[in-house]
DNA sequence: ATTCTGACGTGGG
DNA sequence: CCCCACGCCAGAA
């Protein structure tokens, strides 16, 4: 099986994460076993949007707020990609967050 | 090699 | 909830 990497592991669960639901890096840091290593997920996604096909724009921090959307393309693209799936989001938050959050250690495992 | 920064998280106040 | 400080690992200057 692939999972050998850290970034690997990253990029399987954020491809896993299902429509209209977001997770957090630490919830993902903390399924790969690197609970410390938040930063490491953000910085993993990086390689995200170039041949990835990761959905970056479920990926939030643990406040629900839309801190990576400055490394998008555009400026609302973010915001605009998580209304697209029903999610609402003001002033780069998203509402309802607990509602829209998806745990991989819980819902994958 | 050193230093800083970074798409974060947690703890204490 | 907010603010401050520390930890974390990797990459760039």
Redesign the pocket.
């Known amino acids: 099986m692939a999972t050998e990497g850290?970034f690997e592991k990253v990029y399987e669960v954020a491809k896993c994460i299902p429509y209209g639901r977001v997770t957090?890096?630490?919830?993902i840091?903390r399924y790969l076993g690197?609970?410390?290593?938040?930063?490491?997920?953000?910085?993993a996604?990086?390689g995200?949007?170039k041949d990835t096909d990761i959905p970056?724009h479920r990926?939030v921090?643990?406040?629900g707020l839309l801190?990576?959307k400055?490394?998008?393309s555009g400026t609302h693209l973010m915001q605009q990609l998580l209304e697209s799936e029903g999610i609402v989001v003001v002033e780069n938050q998203i509402q309802n967050f607990e509602k829209h959050f998806w745990d991989p250690m819980k819902e994958l495992r």
């Open positions: 850290f957090s890096y630490g919830a840091a690197a609970s410390g290593s938040a930063r490491m997920v953000g910085w996604m990086n995200s949007g970056a990926v921090n643990r406040k801190t990576g400055h490394h998008f």
